[in-house]
């Protein structure tokens, strides 16, 4: 198979495949094309991809050579007319947000793969985008708050006193919450962790986290890991046991999202107003239109003295180990797809059934059709 790599339109500085995966798969027998520069942001440079064994092309020649073309960030529209039938196109794409874009590709007749619908079973762990990105983004949401966050994290006793630690709330304890405790509590915070599902407690409490338990919740196991939509009821009671909690905190750190949904609000800008003075609120959902009230996506906003950060593309902060993580899930993925460098689509498998979105010039990811 003919693979291309382009480069990502800005802001994004990844690459969608590191010069390691390039190696292993040219080996077996795949030729790998690279737009020139496309690694420059990941500090990867065109040489080393040419080591690596791949050709250095220009953008237009890899998409017009290539079978299977990797680009992380959906491309723009104005290049849908270089998608042609027979082509497969992988990036990350939210096939239950963007539905039109969905119906557009599906014209072209290009194959996409959206490597965040990727099943959240077992077997599929070691191609999970979300979870590797979550890893980066819980981690670097906690540096930001420490930047940010007027006074120390760790507790410290000097000649000129004691300075008592930060205490850090973490809302949603998935790979990116438990990432963000563990990180927190490196640097020397005490740490508090909410999340719908009990059955993450005992992860938190692993991490030296303390978990706010609220009863009632609803947990679904066939959720894939994410939270479900809870009752009116829970809801309340969530509410008021938050906000006890968000009032004492220096940093919150929120990631609750349901996929294809608008993110809860779970910070209301009354408890914005009741929480301490310099204060400071990571929200990793903004993409998604934020778990805090007030959040705007891709800034820092400054809102009755706390400071609410909304960044929900941390993992382009990191571009050297997040390219190589995405890239290394998009390996084990083709690693399934092709056979002597040859492609197999099984539909039977689960992992290709549900990371395929558009095939035949049709849509096919099930949630989309429901």
Same mark, same amino acid.
């Given at each position: 198979?003919?693979? /291309?790599?382009?480069?990502?339109?800005?802001?994004?500085?990844?690459? #969608?495949?590191?010069?390691?995966?390039?190696?292993?798969?040219?080996?077996?027998?795949?030729?790998?094309?690279?737009?020139?520069?496309?690694?420059?942001? #990941?500090? @990867?440079?065109?040489?080393?991809?040419? &080591?690596?064994?791949? &050709?250095?092309?220009? !953008?237009?020649?890899?998409? =017009? +050579?290539?079978?299977?073309?990797?680009?992380?960030?959906?491309?723009?529209?104005?290049?849908?007319?270089?998608?042609?039938? /027979?082509?497969?196109?992988?990036?990350?794409?939210?096939?239950?947000?963007?539905?039109?874009?969905? =119906?557009?590709?599906?014209?072209?007749?290009?194959?996409?793969?959206?490597?965040?619908?990727?099943? $959240?079973?077992?077997?599929?762990?070691?191609?999970?985008?979300?979870?590797?990105?979550?890893?980066?983004?819980?981690?670097?949401?906690?540096?930001?708050?420490?930047?940010?966050?007027? $006074?120390?994290?760790?507790?410290?006793?000097?000649?000129?006193?004691?300075?008592?630690?930060?205490?850090?709330?973490?809302?949603?304890?998935?790979?990116?919450?438990?990432?963000?405790?563990?990180?927190?509590?490196?640097?020397?915070?005490?740490? &508090?962790?909410?999340?719908? $599902?009990?059955?993450?407690?005992?992860?938190?409490?692993?991490?030296?986290?303390?978990?706010? &338990?609220?009863?009632?919740?609803?947990?679904?196991?066939?959720?894939?890991?994410?939270?479900? +939509?809870?009752?009116?009821?829970? =809801?309340?009671?969530?509410?008021?046991?938050?906000?006890?909690?968000?009032?004492?905190?220096?940093?919150?750190?929120?990631?609750?999202?349901?996929?294809? !949904?608008?993110?809860?609000?779970?910070?209301?800008?009354?408890?914005?107003?009741?929480?301490?003075? /310099?204060?400071?609120?990571?929200?990793?959902?903004?993409?998604?239109?934020?778990?805090?009230?007030?959040?705007?996506?891709?800034?820092?906003?400054?809102?009755?003295?706390?400071?609410?950060?909304?960044?929900?593309? @941390?993992?382009?902060?990191?571009?050297?180990?997040?390219?190589?993580?995405?890239?290394?899930?998009?390996?084990?993925?083709?690693?399934?797809?092709?056979? +002597?460098?040859? @492609?197999?689509?099984?539909?039977?498998?689960?992992?290709?059934?549900?990371?395929?979105?558009?095939?035949?010039?049709?849509?096919?990811?099930?949630?989309? @059709?429901?």
């Amino acid at each position: 198979m003919i693979l /291309g790599i382009l480069k990502e339109p800005s802001p994004e500085t990844r690459v #969608s495949l590191h010069p390691e995966a390039v190696k292993v798969l040219t080996a077996s027998g795949n030729k790998v094309l690279i737009e020139k520069g496309a690694g420059e942001s #990941s500090f @990867l440079s065109d040489t080393t991809y040419l &080591e690596a064994g791949a &050709e250095v092309k220009e !953008r237009v020649a890899v998409f =017009k +050579e290539a079978e299977m073309i990797f680009q992380i960030t959906p491309m723009d529209a104005s290049e849908h007319a270089l998608l042609t039938k /027979g082509k497969y196109l992988f990036g990350v794409y939210q096939p239950l947000v963007a539905k039109d874009l969905m =119906k557009t590709l599906a014209g072209t007749g290009v194959s996409l793969f959206s490597m965040d619908s990727i099943p $959240r079973i077992s077997r599929a762990q070691s191609m999970d985008v979300l979870s590797s990105m979550s890893t980066v983004s819980g981690y670097k949401a906690v540096l930001l708050a420490a930047a940010n966050l007027p $006074r120390f994290f760790p507790m410290l006793m000097t000649a000129a006193g004691t300075i008592a630690p930060a205490k850090v709330l973490v809302i949603g304890a998935g790979v990116a919450g438990l990432q963000a405790i563990a990180t927190a509590k490196r640097l020397g915070a005490v740490v &508090e962790a909410f999340d719908t $599902r009990p059955s993450v407690k005992e992860q938190v409490e692993s991490l030296g986290g303390k978990f706010v &338990e609220v009863p009632g919740a609803v947990e679904d196991t066939g959720a894939g890991g994410y939270a479900v +939509e809870q009752s009116a009821e829970y =809801k309340q009671k969530q509410s008021e046991m938050l906000e006890k909690s968000i009032i004492k905190s220096d940093v919150v750190i929120t990631t609750a999202l349901i996929p294809g !949904r608008k993110a809860p609000i779970l910070i209301t800008k009354s408890m914005l107003e009741k929480m301490k003075s /310099g204060a400071v609120v990571v929200d990793l959902a903004a993409a998604n239109g934020g778990n805090c009230e007030g959040t705007q996506n891709n800034e820092t906003v400054s809102i009755n003295g706390i400071t609410v950060i909304g960044n929900s593309a @941390l993992p382009s902060t990191m571009p050297q180990d997040a390219s190589k993580m995405y890239s290394k899930n998009v390996q084990n993925l083709l690693k399934l797809m092709l056979k +002597e460098d040859q @492609l197999n689509l099984n539909f039977e498998d689960a992992i290709i059934k549900g990371t395929c979105i558009t095939h035949d010039g049709a849509i096919v990811y099930e949630p989309l @059709l429901k």
